[in-house]
T-cell receptor, first 113, second 110 residues
Framework: ETGVTQSPTHLIKTRGQQVTLRCSSQ?????VSWYQQALGQGPQFIFQ???????GRGNFPPRFSGLQFPNYSSELNVNALELDDSALYLC????????????FGQGTRLTVV | DQQVKQNSPSLSVQEGRISILNCDYT??????FLWYKKYPAEGPTFLIS???IKDKNEDGRFTVFLNKSAKHLSLHIVPSQPGDSAVYFC?????????WGAGTKLIIKP
């Protein structure tokens, strides 16, 4: 059974650029959630995908978008990067049951300069 | 507005003693609470959870207590071990998302 893996682990981008982050979910998990964790804060929910459709969204602007593929892997895309987008981006996979814990990847550290 | 609060940014405990981490929440509609542990350069790992219909859940050295009237939960670790040094997050489930506290850094002193 493989865990949740994210790529890349670190990334530096320039303000205004676009970035794509990738996540492979844990085997058997069809629900993927993305979180942004700024320094010194807890993770903030961005959105969740279930069976290739967005299933819920947090308070993030439309320039944050995502995809889920038939194998349940997922991408997070951020357009028009801003300095405040610098953060750790975490992907979590789970089963859709309400009382199932989410399993997290190691995160992608994005720095916008 | 922070719906989940961890008011202690850090906590230092002697090895072998009890560690108590606290978490307060404001939304009475939360029906499931979780504790995660995070080491540097790793993603959070699930520790223990509790449903809102219970007031206690125990798993080995870890026990979570829920006081719904006070909207407060706590994580007890006993005995504390050096490997417990990490950042601990409490999270509350609301529909499809987890609402997280800011975390408490636990330091276990030898």
């Amino acid at each position: 059974e493989t865990g949740v893996t994210q790529s890349p682990t670190h990334l530096i981008k320039t303000r205004g650029q676009q970035v794509t982050l990738r996540c492979s979910s844990q085997s058997g998990h069809n629900t993927v959630s993305w979180y942004q964790q700024a320094l010194g804060q807890g993770p903030q929910f961005i959105f969740q995908y279930y069976r290739e459709e967005e299933n819920g969204r947090g308070n993030f602007p439309p320039r944050f978008s995502g995809l889920q593929f038939p194998n349940y892997s997922s991408e997070l895309n951020v357009n028009a990067l801003e300095l405040d987008d610098s953060a750790l981006y975490l992907c979590a996979s789970s089963l859709p049951s309400e009382n199932t814990e989410a399993f997290f990847g190691q995160g992608t550290r994005l720095t916008v300069v | 507005d922070q719906q989940v609060k961890q008011n202690s940014p850090s906590l230092s405990v002697q090895e072998g003693r009890i560690s108590i981490l606290n978490c307060d929440y404001t939304n009475s509609m939360f029906d499931y609470f979780l504790w995660y542990k995070k080491y540097p350069a790793e993603g959070p790992t699930f520790l223990i959870s509790i449903s809102s219909i219970k007031d206690k859940n125990e798993d080995g050295r870890f026990t979570v207590f829920l006081n719904k009237s006070a909207k407060h939960l706590s994580l007890h670790i006993v005995p504390s071990q050096p490997g417990d040094s990490a950042v601990y997050f409490c999270a509350a489930r609301s529909n499809y998302q987890l609402i997280w506290g800011a975390g408490t850094k636990l330091i276990i002193k030898p």
